[in-house]
């Protein structure tokens, strides 16, 4: 007896298997897809929570997901932060965000805000500046370490860890005249100066070097005029401790220059005896 149904048609062995396996090509889009943070990017060091983030601070990254405004990046958190493509560089115009990251690219981040009630993370690939803006306002009258690191007809240009670097105008370099600054400086040069104004709005930081030098000698000034009261306090006691010793070695010397009374009192008993002989 025949069946009228058709025989079913099997694969071979190999296409069966090639056709339940995803291609090479499918294998590799799978493992690059986005995925959070590995646990070996966390360190004890590391944020747990939004709640331990401070600005500036640095936070290992992978690039999720790139479009025309910047990049999304996984730093391990609940929440993933945003590149904005002005923070892609800090020295040239980026057009692209795909011309700095990718998708897949690991990355060292700063943060630059953080929003904590609204879980929202701004980031950077800018490493920030040593001193913020904020932080400058309230440094005037400081005195900073920097390098001179650019020199013109009116001034030095200083970095010393802000965002740009400060000037020190020409008429700041010295109490005594200064033709150009060339004369005072040279590019490389490690020097001190006092920050003596800061303009958040204009992005402005005045530096004066005469400043700085006329607080070293006033500080010097202050070491020796206190050595010297203390030496003249050792010279008042030295005296005076010499004054007493002599005053007491005068009266030593007039108490032994004259007999006592006992003495007076013998020698007029023997005076009269020998009148009277």
Request: glycine share 6%; net charge negative; proline share 5%.
């Amino acid at each position: 007896m025949t069946s009228d149904a058709e025989p079913m048609e099997t694969l071979p062995a190999s296409e069966a298997v090639e056709a339940e396996a995803p291609s090479q090509g499918e294998q590799t889009e799978a493992t690059e897809a986005p995925t959070p943070a590995a646990p070996e990017m966390q360190t004890s060091e590391s944020p747990k929570s939004i709640a331990e983030l401070a600005p500036k601070m640095a936070l290992p990254g992978k690039i999720l997901k790139t479009d025309l405004a910047g990049a999304i990046v996984d730093v391990g958190l609940e929440r993933p932060g945003f590149l904005h493509i002005s923070q892609l560089s800090g020295n040239k115009r980026v057009n692209n965000v795909t011309d700095v990251v990718k998708e897949g690219d690991e990355v060292t981040v700063y943060v630059l805000d953080v929003n904590k009630e609204k879980g929202r993370i701004s980031l950077t690939l800018v490493k920030p500046p040593a001193y913020l803006w904020s932080e400058l306002e309230g440094m005037v009258n400081e005195t900073i370490t920097g390098e001179v690191v650019r020199l013109e007809k009116f001034g030095a240009f200083v970095d010393f860890g802000a965002e740009r670097p400060g000037l020190i105008h020409v008429s700041e370099l010295s109490d005594e005249y200064v033709s150009s600054p060339e004369a005072e400086l040279s590019v490389g040069e490690e020097i001190e100066a006092r920050i003596i104004g800061v303009d958040a709005r204009k992005k402005q930081i005045d530096l004066s070097r005469k400043a700085a030098l006329a607080t070293e000698v006033y500080v010097e000034d202050d070491e020796e005029d206190e050595a010297s009261e203390e030496m003249t306090a050792m010279a008042i006691a030295l005296r005076k401790a010499m004054a007493d010793s002599s005053d007491k070695g005068k009266k030593r010397r007039k108490k032994s220059r004259g007999p006592s009374d006992e003495q007076s009192n013998i020698l007029a008993r023997t005076l009269q005896t020998q009148q009277k002989e």
